[in-house]
Nanobody, 125 residues
Framework: QVQLVESGGGSVQAGDSLRLSCAAS??????MGWFRQAPGKEREFVAT????????YYVDSVKGRFTISRDNAKNTVALQMNSLKPEDTAVYYC????????????????????WGQGIQVTVSS
């Protein structure tokens, strides 16, 4: 059974940092990514990383502030979030793709096969 479990969320002040982690189990994955959903908005792409770790991609609003990384030996993916802003407030979801090469990375939700339950990140001004 495949499971993705996020951890590391919480409430912080603007300018602070948080590190989200996602522990995956049940199989190996190609691309992994993070999405978020703010209140009243649709879920949006945040960051993705290929299995090789070589290919990374971020939504423009987090470039230079967020860093995605993965450890294939531990089957984990992390999102280091620095210089947090109130507009980063959302429920963050870990996602993993069951198909693709070690070089593939995906920004569309439909390309991911497995999802975590989500974790709240709240940034106050």
């Amino acid at each position: 059974q495949v499971q993705l479990v996020e951890s590391g969320g919480g409430s912080v002040q603007a300018g602070d940092s948080l590190r989200l982690s996602c522990a995956a189990s049940g199989r190996t994955f190609s691309a992994m990514g993070w999405f978020r959903q703010a209140p009243g908005k649709e879920r949006e792409f945040v960051a993705t990383i290929s299995r090789s770790g070589y290919n990374l991609y971020y939504v423009d609003s987090v470039k230079g502030r967020f860093t995605i990384s993965r450890d294939n030996a531990k089957n984990t993916v992390a999102l280091q979030m620095n210089s947090l802003k109130p507009e980063d407030t959302a429920v963050y979801y870990c996602a993993a793709a069951g198909r693709g090469s070690i070089w593939d990375y995906y920004t569309r939700q439909r390309d991911y096969d497995y999802w975590g339950q989500g974790i709240q990140v709240t940034v106050s001004s």
